[in-house]
């Protein structure tokens, strides 16, 4: 160890208090190694006087003696009090620029004691840091990390949270509104102070704390505020700024809240706001919000207790100028309310030019009972657009095969080929179906199936399952098959049916004779017997 | 207060007249003690006074006790520690341990010629104190 470092370890610990006035003469050094230790040593040191001689040097060191000296902060509470509620202009500014770069929470009832002062530009400076502070705590708050002076958040801000909340009793004769905001932020949703405040119209610091959460565009604010709509029972004033705010920092908070359903408080909130000022102007909301905002406040108007007319007039103004999201959004909206608007806007989103939002519209057809529907959604099945004709299908979902095969017994002819018709269109599983029950092991089902798919008007999908049942082992079904196939293409069926020519039954002969003679085809010729049919015959 | 003497004089007489008593003791034969007892009281009290002067770990506010207390860190003979006394003394240094945070205070230069003399001695100590 060097001397000069020994002599400034053994000044450090030494139990004479002569030490620190003779560390105070080293300061006159004013740079060099005994200048650097003089500092190192005195703020080792529990001496206030010693403190506030370094504080006043704070504005001419260099980045690495402030490093040292801040490593000596927590000696030094004493001085920068005595600093900043005594200090003179530049010493007062010294310790002002130390709080803020060391990050020192315990100094901010000091500040709050200083921003109460009505000494304006020294109050501004207190003001300023104290907001500073706060920031920084909940900064470390939110990320759950210690701060370097090494103490558990939490407890620092119920230190500093008590200190604000004593200057909110003392707001009458401070009149500080900024101090306010450092309380309204640090003291979160669920404060009781804050909540006792904005619940008590008479209370000194409502009007301004109801000013402050209209007016802050700071972060925390903002934050805030869409918190205490997500918590339990929000406080009518905090519906009612919600309610009024147009402004862009708080529309971009409120446009992130997140709709979740298994949200109740929030669900309950919003449904208790009767108008959500930013969707009252939905051209701005269409130049000037990125697609997700418009739908997210569309979702957020359709959640609220606003009147349907408000409603659907965001709908309308979106479906006609919005961004796809935020249609898909109106569309949805519209599904709660009934009325020729709100199905005047269900046709107008049928007729988008967006799949997604024609999809949406689909889906919500059928039960506003619109004349025209079932035509208009059995048309929109053809649709190349598939996610339009899977909704119409969707839509349609009661012309399923399993509906047609449990009705279809009961049913007379015309009705089974309306039926039939409907359900070989909107299920796409029903040529599948009728290929199973095609070669179901129950002649009934075999029999039925034909019928059913003769009222589908299926034949000329199910050709080459009807050329399998030319070979069923009852001739019944063999006729009725061969009869069927001249609805088929001739390049598809016609060795199928010339084989059944030869069948034992005369008619299924006749019935494929008939088919033959149906397609315009020869029954004489019989170059293309298939090996399968040839070996059935023998 | 006659009834006092009284019984005083009685409690003196008390051991007159056995076999082996010796000759009464008056004041004049407690001198030898005395000196003893305050011989004894002051060596004591320059003991802890010295104990004291070098007890370091003793909380108070003397400036020479720290200069003493720095001497002893930096393993200063006695005339050394004499001599940047001197020095101390004729720098007019508010705090004598001011020395050992001053190397320009080693400076023979405009020192007094007595201890100007001793340059060498000074420029010594102050490589070894900087």
């Known amino acids: 160890m060097k001397p000069l470092q020994r002599t400034i370890e053994a000044l450090s610990r030494s139990h004479n208090e002569a030490a620190a006035p003779t560390l105070m003469a080293g300061l006159v050094a004013g740079s060099g190694p005994v200048f650097d230790g003089a500092i190192t040593g005195l703020v080792s040191r529990r001496s206030k006087a010693g403190h506030l001689e370094v504080l006043r040097l704070w504005d001419r060191l260099m980045p690495e003696q402030k490093a040292l000296v801040e490593k000596g902060r927590h000696k030094m509470g004493g001085a920068l009090r005595e600093a900043l509620l005594e200090g003179e202009y530049q010493l007062f500014y010294n310790a002002l620029n130390f709080v803020e770069s060391s990050g020192d929470f315990d100094l901010i009832p000091t500040l709050v004691m200083v921003a109460e002062q009505p000494d304006g530009e020294r109050s501004h400076a207190a003001i300023e840091l104290t907001a500073k502070l706060v920031d920084q705590l909940l900064h470390w708050i939110d990320n759950n990390r210690e701060p370097i002076i090494g103490r558990d958040p939490a407890t620092i801000r119920y230190c500093v949270l008590e200190s604000l909340e004593r200057s909110v009793e003392r707001f009458r004769e401070h009149r500080r509104p900024e101090l306010l905001e450092s309380f309204i932020v640090l003291a979160g949703p669920h404060s009781g102070t804050l909540h006792n405040v904005l619940e008590t119209l008479h209370h000194p610091c409502h009007g301004s704390i109801v000013h402050t959460l209209t007016h802050s565009a700071s972060d925390r604010v903002l934050r805030l505020l869409t918190a205490m709509l997500e918590g339990k029972e929000a406080p009518q004033v905090i519906r009612n700024v919600i309610s009024k705010r147009s402004d862009r920092p708080f529309v971009e908070a409120l446009l992130a809240v997140s709709l979740d359903p298994a949200n109740a408080p929030l669900r309950r909130n919003l449904a208790r706001l009767r108008s959500i000022a930013c969707c009252e102007d939905p051209q701005t909301l269409c130049v000037q919000y990125s697609p997700y905002q418009q739908a997210a406040a569309m979702h957020l108007l359709a959640a609220s207790g606003a009147s349907d007319e408000q409603k659907l007039a965001l709908a309308e103004a979106l479906l006609k100028h919005g961004s796809v999201d935020s249609r898909i959004a109106a569309c949805e909206s519209l599904r709660s309310i009934g009325g020729q608007w709100a199905n005047r806007l269900v046709l107008l989103a049928l007729g988008d030019a967006d799949a997604a939002v024609k999809a949406t519209a689909i889906s919500q057809l059928r039960h506003r009972r619109i004349p025209g529907t079932m035509a208009k959604l059995m048309e929109l099945v053809d649709s190349p657009e598939e996610m339009v004709s899977s909704a119409a299908r969707e839509a349609l979902s009661e012309f399923s095969f399993e509906n047609f095969q449990s009705r279809f017994d009961l049913l007379d002819d015309e009705a089974r080929r309306e039926m039939g018709t409907r359900v070989a269109k909107v299920d796409l599983t029903a040529r599948a179906r009728l290929k199973q029950e095609l070669a179901s092991p129950a002649r009934r089902s075999r029999l039925r199936a034909l019928q059913m798919a003769a009222a589908m008007d299926m034949f000329p999908q199910l050709a080459d399952a009807l050329v399998e049942r030319l070979e069923d082992e009852d001739h019944l079904v063999r006729a009725a098959a061969a009869e069927a196939l001249k609805h088929c293409k001739p390049s598809d069926v016609r060795s199928g049916l010339l084989a059944a020519m030869e069948d034992k039954s005369v008619a299924v002969q006749n019935a494929a004779k008939s088919s033959l003679a149906a397609l315009g085809l020869d029954s004489t010729s019989r170059s293309t017997t298939t090996p399968m049919v040839a070996e059935a015959r023998s | ?130």
């Not at chain 2, 008056?26 to 010295?50: E, H, M, P, Y």
């Open chain 2, 1 to 130: 207060m006659s009834a006092l003497l009284a019984g005083r004089l009685l409690l003196a007489e008390i051991g007159d007249n056995f076999p082996q008593s010796g000759e009464r003791l008056g004041w004049s034969d407690l001198w030898a003690w005395g000196i003893a007892v305050v011989v004894g009281a002051v060596i004591a009290l320059v003991v802890v006074q010295i104990r004291q002067r070098n007890d370091m770990e003793q909380r108070c506010d003397n400036p020479w006790k720290l200069f003493r207390e720095l001497c002893q860190v930096h393993n200063l003979d006695r005339a050394s520690q004499r001599l940047l006394a001197q020095v101390a003394k004729a720098r007019r240094l508010p705090q004598p341990a001011q020395i050992f945070l001053t190397p320009s205070a080693l400076e023979p230069a405009d020192l007094p010629a007595g201890l100007r003399e001793r340059a060498d001695q000074l420029l010594r100590l102050r490589g070894r104190l900087f």
